[in-house]
Every structure is written in C-alpha cells, then in structure tokens.
C-alpha cells in the first residue's frame, strides 16, 4: 500500500514538471521612456522568461534586428544574459536621429504567440542657439505706453524656456509665450513681453535668459530701457504753514525726458499772467487764501504735466457742524456729531460737562449701547496749537422708562390743606401719571377730598395730589405710576405729620427779630442825627413857617426860606426875592381848613410869580374847599413872622395837624 501511494505521488510531481515547462513567454522586465542629451549613452531594458520565439528590437515600428551586434546599427547592441533573458538595447554617443519610439518584441511560436513590450521613447536632448532681444541694446519707450519686447533662442529641442528679468527682479505677468517649428525635431522659442514703462524705468536694464535641458547653465541677453516721458513735477511751499499777512514761495521742480521744460502757474484753474517760472511768490496772504489751489503746469516734447498744492494758512478752530441735540432709546447706539475747521487740522476732544475725563478725540464720540445714565451735555473741544480753542455743546437724551425724582417723605399738617407732588423727570414724555392709596386710583379729577392735577413744568411732567383738611388717616402711603413708551416706574411717597416749630424757636425768632428792630432804629436816629449837624452847618439859612387851626389838627405846612445870597443873610438884610417855586405838602381833606386858623384866619399866600405843586398828586395844586381869591395877598416877611407866633403856641396845639408849604 504504501508503495503505491509513492508511486502516485512520483508521477503527480511528473505531471507538473511537464506542465511548467509548457508556459508561455512573457516580459519580467519592459523598456521605460527616457530623455538624454546628444552625445550621451543610454541603455533601454528588457527582460522576458520562458523565450521561445525570436527577440527583437523595433524603433517608430521598423525591426532592428535579431543578431546581439545589430549589423547596420553600430553605435546599437543587445546586452545582457541570454540565459537570463535579458535583451536590453544599449545606444552609444547618441544624435538626434536616435530620437524615436522602442519596442523590444518576441516572435510567436507553434505554440505559443508572439508578446510586445510597453513603447518606450527615447528623447534626444539639444541646446538651442544664444537668445536675442530683437529691438536691440537700447529700447526707448514713452512712459505709459504700452511697447512689446521680443526675446528669441532658436533650433533648441526642447525649445528653450525664456523668461524676463528687470534690475534683477523676474518679470512674471504681461508675457507671451509661442514656440516655432525649426525642422528636423528642432524648435524655436519666443517671448514676449508687453511693457507698461514708467519714470522710474528710465535707465533699468531689461534681461532675457533662456533654459533648456540640454544646457548645462542658462544664457541671457540684455538691453536698457530708454524712457521718454512728460516732466515729473513737485510744487513745494516755503514756509509750508502760512501766517496770516505773511509771504510765501511756491516752487516747482520737474523731472523730464527730454530736459527741456517750460512753465505755466495757475490759481484755481485760472492761469495767472506772466508767471511762467519755477517760482511763484505771493505776498500779504490772506484767511481767505487758504485752501486756494496753486497749479504749475511743466511741458516737454513729450508732453505737459501738472502738479497742485494747496495753499495752507494758519488759522484757530472754526465750527462746522454740530449735532445740538441727540435723542435714542435705550439699549441703542449713540453718535455725537462736532466738526470743526481750522489750520492746524484741530485736536477734538469730547468730556462731560462737569467732568474733565476725556471720553474720546475726534469729529465724533459713538456710545455703542446707552442707557439713561448717557444722558447729559457734553462738550467738544477743538485746539488748534498756536491759534487758540473752541468749545461746543451737544445735549444726549436718552429715551428710557420714566424715571420719579420726587421725595419719598412729604409732610402737611392736620386740617389744612396738603400736597403731595410725583415729578417724572426724563425722555420720552410721560403718557400717564396716576395715583393709588386705599384701593383708589386717580389720574387726574377729584376723589373726595382728593384732587389729582398734572403740568408741565422746567425738568418734567409734575403731578400734584391735592388732599384737602388733611386728617390723621391721610398720613399714609401713596404710590405714583408713571406710563411712558418704554416702560412704567412706580415710586412710594409717604406723607407724614409735620412737625409744629418748637417754643424755643419761636422765642429765639421773636428775640432776634426784636433785636433787629432795635438795631435799625438805632442807625435811622444816628442818620437822622448826623444830617442835621450837616444842615446846621450849612451856609443856608432855613426859615420855617407853620400855621396851625385852633381846632382839629390840619395838613402841617412849612415854607423854607433859602436866602442864595450868603452875605446878605450875614447881614440880616432881606435881598430881593428870587423867582422862586412853591411846592404845597398838606392834606387837603379837610373841608372847613379855610375857617380854621390860630392866627385869626390869615389868607394863604401865593408867593408872587411862584406857583403851587401837589407833592401827593404831582399836579398844580388847586383846593376846591377854599377860594384864595377872596383874601388879600400878603408877603414873605408876613409869614415869618405868622411862623414866630405859631411856634410860640406849639405846645397848647400839639394836636392838631400843620400845613406846609416850602419854596426853594
């Protein structure tokens, strides 16, 4: 049994061996592309097991041939272990020629088919002639127009990869790139490159450098930029900041090619009349210069450019605009809005009134979320060094639910009338006031003994809950609501009993009050005291004249001589009478004065030329109870000595009321 089973195995192993050297050929190893230089050696690779057929090499299709040596081809040989199957195509000293495409083959069999290896392509390597800048060493442009470049390197394979380099910096847009066929596989490379030349590019050089990889280092070319262009002009002011009344120069300096350049000033667009040079003067400036805008304008071959400058005149701070007053709700943003003019551009700086904290600097101050506590007046200031400041208010009112600044303790007394007041004070106005105690609410109207009334007054809404005899129970709480658009706010106000003065205050205010009368009596007698002394001490001298009744008191009169000659009064000589005015000072009640006189009914006396004053009424005086014209006239000197006997009987007519008249 077991021999058979090792005869078994011995023919199974038999039948393998037989079946393995039946395979057919295939490639363990296919050539791969490859790219050299000419003149360089290459080897393409094949391998291939179980060959049966014939193994070849083929270039673009056509059959090398089978012999290792390759007859015809004598820089071309197979290489490689034939036992190995290795047919690997070795190419020496390449050209140009060798470029193609290689396949290495198997021919088929009776029993087998013949295999084709993968392409292979073989590239040949050639470096292509120095590239050229068409247009020369020197390219002149003009400054601002476009102009195209051209750089070439020609019969290169590949064609030669050209790029643009100025002063030293690549150049990598406004190119184009185009190759040309230049025969036997060979190519021409071209670039382009559209130039937008500026000033600043006169005298740069341009730089073209070509690559390929048959090069061992890059080549390059150059050429220099020649730019033509309009003059570049500067317009500079001496001194840059202008005082008022001063001189100034403006100069304008150019650059230009082609150098030569003319000159033309002009002041806001109008050109000035013969001033055509580099350097314009202007004398006694005025406020009203600044800002003006000077223009010169330099003209070459090319063409003409300008350049402005604005005059500067220094000047303080001048208001703008200014946001007078801003109102925003709470919970949003908040701008304040203050711009000023002046030279130096001014520094603005925001405080709160009250404040000297500065909140910001510039034309605006922005609260990005504000709230009732915004709310205020605040202050932009602008400086302008040199030239003073100025100072603007804006008003924020910031719109939040009603806020009460009443008291929360108000007093009234019992059984009069009291009053208690709830004060809302900010923005938006109140839409509803009302009051609520015991159960009871009141808006405005009466309730009883309670009357709730409302006014606009400076700060506010006011609401006024008028109670009226105030009684022991009306001592209580009241509660004020206030309505507006954002909310309402309600507030406690107690009123309370007030409290009655105490006795010693009031003594100590009778007391002082006494006092203080004392204190100005005292100094009216002292005034009155010291004038007299002064009358006595008078060059005038002063006669008196008083006519009393002998019954009631009648209107007192007196009549004051005041002798203008002060010799003659020395003298006791009567001058002439001057021309003299009467003034009359009486109560004119009295309808029987006429009969009533202790002198035995003198007439009244009307001073020649003088005329009566009603001090009282401030008319010409005329008494409708007595008729003047019934009695006689009697003179000055009469009358002093009617006064003479009226004083002698003063005392027994203590109570009756004199008349006066006085003449000056």
Not at 319 to 331: A, C, E, H, M, S
Not at 395 to 422: H, K, M, R, T
Not at 480 to 486: F, G
Request: aromatic residues 6%.
């Amino acid at each position: 049994m077991r021999l058979l089973s090792t005869i078994v195995a011995c023919l199974a192993l038999a039948g393998l061996v037989a079946r393995g050297s039946a395979q057919d050929q295939s490639f363990r190893e296919e050539p791969d592309s490859v790219a050299v230089r000419q003149g360089e050696t290459v080897t393409l690779t094949c391998a291939i097991d179980n060959v049966a057929g014939i193994v070849q090499w083929t270039k673009d299709n056509f059959a090398l041939g089978s012999d290792r040596a390759l007859p015809g081809y004598p820089r071309f040989t197979i290489t490689g272990d034939v036992n190995r199957g290795q047919y690997n195509l070795l190419v020496q000293d390449t050209l140009l020629e060798d470029d193609g495409t290689y396949q290495c083959q198997a021919s088929p069999t009776e029993n087998q088919q013949g295999i084709r290896s993968q392409n292979a392509q073989l590239t040949i390597y050639l470096p292509p002639d120095n590239p050229v800048i068409e247009e020369g060493s020197s390219v002149s442009v003009i400054a601002g127009q476009p102009k195209n470049v051209t750089c070439r390197a020609d019969n290169g394979k590949p064609a030669a990869t050209l790029t643009w380099w100025k002063d030293g910096q690549e150049i990598t847009e406004g190119i184009t790139y185009i190759t040309e066929d230049a025969g036997e596989k060979r190519k021409n490379g071209v670039s382009i490159l559209t130039l937008n030349p500026s000033v600043d590019d006169h005298g740069k050089v341009l730089t073209c450098q070509s690559s390929n990889p048959a090069m061992d280092a890059n080549k390059e070319t150059t050429t220099q930029l020649n730019v033509e262009h309009t003059p570049v002009v500067v317009v500079q002011s001496d001194p840059p900041l202008v005082e008022e009344g001063s001189s100034v120069s403006l100069s304008c300096e150019s650059r230009a090619n082609p150098g030569e350049v003319n000159y033309q000033w002009k002041k806001n667009g109008v050109v000035l009349a013969g001033e055509n040079g580099q350097v314009l003067r202007l004398n006694n400036v005025r406020r009203e210069d600044n800002l003006q805008v000077f223009t010169c304008d330099a003209t070459n071959a090319v063409g003409t450019n300008s350049a402005n400058i604005t005059l500067s005149v220094q000047y303080g701070p001048e208001p703008l605009k200014t946001t007078g007053q801003v109102i925003v709700d709470r919970g949003t943003s908040a701008t304040l809005v203050c711009k000023w003019s002046g030279n130096p551009s001014p520094t603005i700086m925001w405080t709160k009134k009250g404040s000297s904290s500065v909140l910001g600097t510039g034309d605006t101050l922005t609260f990005p979320i504000v709230d009732q506590s915004h709310s205020g007046t605040y202050q932009c200031t602008a400086v302008v060094p040199g030239s003073g400041e100025d100072s603007r208010e804006v008003v924020l009112v910031v719109n939040g639910p009603p806020i009460i600044s009443s008291f929360e303790v108000q007093y009234a007394s019992s059984g009069d009338e009291g009053q208690i007041e709830c004060l809302s004070s900010n923005s938006p106005p109140p839409s509803r006031m009302a009051w609520t105690w015991n159960g009871i609410m009141l808006d405005t109207g009466t309730e009883g003994r309670f009357t709730a009334e409302q006014r606009d007054v400076h700060g506010g809404r006011l609401s006024v809950l008028t109670v009226s005899k105030v009684q022991a129970g009306d001592f209580a709480e009241y509660n004020c609501t206030v309505w507006n658009r954002l909310g309402l706010t309600s507030k406690i106000i107690t009123l309370r009993q007030k409290e009655p003065l105490p006795l010693a205050a009031i003594v100590g205010g009778a007391v002082a009050g006494l006092v203080l009368i004392l204190v100005i009596v005292l100094l009216v007698f002292v005034f009155c005291h010291r004038r007299r002394k002064k009358q006595g001490a008078s060059n005038e001298s002063i006669t008196r004249l008083e006519v009393r009744d002998g019954q009631e008191t009648p209107p007192k009169e007196k009549v004051e001589i005041i002798h203008r000659d002060h010799e003659a009064a020395k003298d006791k000589v009567p001058p002439p009478p001057p021309q003299r005015k009467y003034y009359i000072t009486a109560d004119y009640d009295d309808r029987d004065y006429s009969s009533k006189t202790s002198l035995g009914a003198p007439p009244p006396w009307t001073p020649p030329g003088g005329t009566y004053q009603d001090y009282k009424n401030g008319n010409l005086y005329s008494n409708p109870y007595n008729n003047y014209s019934s009695y006689p006239a009697v003179s000055e000197h009469s009358y002093e000595r009617a006064s003479i006997a009226s004083r002698a009987s003063r005392a027994s007519e203590a109570q009756k009321k004199p008349r006066m008249m006085t003449h000056v």
